[in-house]
């Protein structure tokens, strides 16, 4: 059976770069906004971790005229992590995300759109990392792909993309 070794917590954030597919026919442009929020690193061996976060992100698209579409969304990544003993690692898990807002923006006109889409998303992350030796600093990339569909309508399939590339700082870490 496998128990917590030690556990770590820290701070993350970064840049987002999100966009939308519509039934594998349509893409739309992507919106850059920003990634912030906590961790929390839990070791189960030495090369073995999970880090479960809480993190704001601030996403959307464009859909080729002047309409933004921005979600803001409070996500709960759940990640498995493999760490290679020279600072890299390897992550993949399930994510969950809460919508808390989601406007479109004309330029002229912003409107409340939140309700022609689902309040929870779900997503798969991919990514890796870095965390320099003996600093708790590290960053972090990693792609976060909509397994289960945005909006609420039932003529077209929109699913999230997001590519995140950010920093983090590791307040206490065991295994340096």
Known sequence: MLKAQS???GLKGGLNV???RVSNTANFD???SFHAGGLAHIHLTKQFAIQPELVYSAQGFK???NDVYRFNYVNVPVLVQYMFNNGFRLQTGPQVGLMLT???DNGTTTLDV???YKD???DWSFGAGYLVP???FGIDARFNLGIAKLNESTGSDLRSGVIQVGVFYMFDQHYK
């Open 30 to 32: 992507p919106r850059i």
């Open 63 to 65: 859909n080729g005229s």
């Open 18 to 20: 999100s966009s939308a």
């Open 120 to 122: 929870v998303a779900f």
């Open 114 to 116: 939140k309700d022609g």
């Open 134 to 136: 003996k600093t708790g």
């Open 7 to 9: 556990v770590s917590f």
């Open 102 to 104: 989601g406007k479109r």
